[in-house]
Nanobody, 121 residues
Framework: EVHLVESGGGSVQTGGSLSLSCQYSGYAVAIPTMAWFRQAPGKEREGVAR???????WYADSVKKRFTVSKDSAKNTLYLQMNGLEPEDTAMYYC???????????????WGQGTQVTVSS
C-alpha cells in the first residue's frame, strides 16, 4: 500500500521561508512523476510544481523563482523549498504521486493528507 506523508508546514511572515517534505513508501519501483499541489480556503486545488525522476519539469507561474521542487530517491522523500512567501501562498499543501491518464485528463493516483502553510502580512 502506498503512503505519502507531508511535513514541514507552519506559520511564517511575508518574505519568510519554509521547507516541505513528503515521505513516500509502499512503492516497489521508482516513482516517475510526483507533484505538489495546494488548496486555499474557498478555492480550487491548483498545481504548484512537478518533478519527473529527480528533474523538475513544471512550476506554476505564481511560484516560479521562489519555490524549488526536488527529490531524494535514496531517502524516498520529495521536497518543496519555498522562499519569499506571500499571504497568497497560504493553503494546505499536498504531495501527489503517479500520474495516470483518466479519460482525457492526467490525474494523480496517490495523495498525502496535506500540511498547512500560513503566511501573515
Amino acid at each position: 500500500e502506498v503512503h505519502l506523508v507531508e511535513s514541514g508546514g507552519g506559520s511564517v511572515q511575508t518574505g519568510g521561508s519554509l521547507s516541505l517534505s513528503c515521505q513516500y513508501s509502499g512503492y516497489a519501483v521508482a516513482i516517475p512523476t510526483m507533484a505538489w499541489f495546494r488548496q486555499a480556503p474557498g478555492k480550487e486545488r491548483e498545481g504548484v510544481a512537478r518533478i519527473y525522476g529527480e528533474r523538475p519539469t513544471w512550476y506554476a507561474d505564481s511560484v516560479k523563482k521562489r519555490f524549488t521542487v526536488s527529490k531524494d530517491s535514496a531517502k524516498n522523500t520529495l521536497y518543496l523549498q519555498m522562499n519569499g512567501l506571500e499571504p497568497e501562498d497560504t493553503a494546505m499543501y499536498y504531495c501527489a504521486a503517479e500520474r495516470e491518464l483518466v479519460g482525457s485528463r492526467y490525474e494523480f493516483k496517490y495523495w498525502g493528507q496535506g500540511t498547512q502553510v500560513t503566511v501573515s502580512s
